[in-house]
T-cell receptor
Framework: NAGVTQTPKFQVLKTGQSMTLQCAQD?????MYWYRQDPGMGLRLIYY???????DKGEVPNGYNVSRLNKREFSLRLESAAPSQTSVYFC?????????????FGPGTRLTVL | GDSVTQMEGPVTLSEEAFLTINCTYT??????LFWYVQYPGEGLQLLLK?????DKGSNKGFEATYRKETTSFHLEKGSVQVSDSAVYFC???????????FGKGTRLHILP
């Protein structure tokens, strides 16, 4: 049981390049989330998906797009990377939609934009 | 809006000391409350949770009690170990929402 997996673990981009961060969960969870973690800022929600086929903006969605490919997979795309997007990105999932529930986190992707 | 405030770190203690990390919240409605822990180089993992007033969550020697009257959920441990060194996040979630709101985290250093 792998839980939540993320690829890649590390990535360095140049300003203006694009990339997609991949996330998959094997717990049959309905909801999935993308966060970014910056020093002194805690975790900030970028986008989330309450169920397959739906996505919603979080606190800091600008510069990002997401795709809920199926129930297992939720990808985050940076179309034109900027240095302000240097951060650690975490994907998470939870079982239930519409009610408070434990979130399970992946190991993170450390992204540097030069 | 809903929010979580937790004490700023870093907190540095000696091994076997008593730990308290303060957390207060603001929420409309009746939130569930969580403590998550992040060990170096890893993602967050649930440490404990409480879903209604006066509930006590506990795990690995850590405890927190849901205090509605003071809107607090302080984390405590009677005797910390070096292996408890990590970042601790207080968080809340409300029934109407799919999201969890996290505090900014408190870094804990335990000295041998």
């Amino acid at each position: 049981n792998a839980g939540v997996t993320q690829t890649p673990k590390f990535q360095v981009l140049k300003t203006g390049q694009s990339m997609t961060l991949q996330c998959a969960q094997d717990m049959n969870h309905n909801s999935m989330y993308w966060y970014r973690q910056d020093p002194g800022m805690g975790l900030r929600l970028i986008y989330y998906s309450a169920s397959e086929g739906t996505t919603d903006k979080g606190e800091v969605p600008n510069g990002y797009n997401v795709s809920r490919l199926n129930k297992r997979e939720f990808s985050l795309r940076l179309e034109s990377a900027a240095p302000s997007q240097t951060s650690v990105y975490f994907c998470a999932s939870s079982e239930a939609s519409g009610q408070p529930d434990t979130q399970y986190f992946g190991p993170g992707t450390r992204l540097t934009v030069l | 809006g809903d929010s979580v405030t937790q004490m700023e770190g870093p907190v540095t203690l000696s091994e076997e000391a008593f730990l308290t990390i303060n957390c207060t919240y603001t929420a409309t409605g009746y939130p569930s409350l969580f403590w998550y822990v992040q060990y170096p180089g890893e993602g967050l993992q649930l440490l404990l949770k409480a879903t209604k007033a006066d509930d006590k969550g506990s795990n690995k020697g850590f405890e927190a009690t849901y205090r509605k009257e003071t809107t607090s959920f302080h984390l405590e441990k009677g005797s910390v170990q070096v292996s408890d060194s990590a970042v601790y996040f207080c968080a809340l979630s409300v029934v109407r929402d799919d999201k969890i709101i996290f505090g900014k985290g408190t870094r804990l250093h335990i000295l041998p």
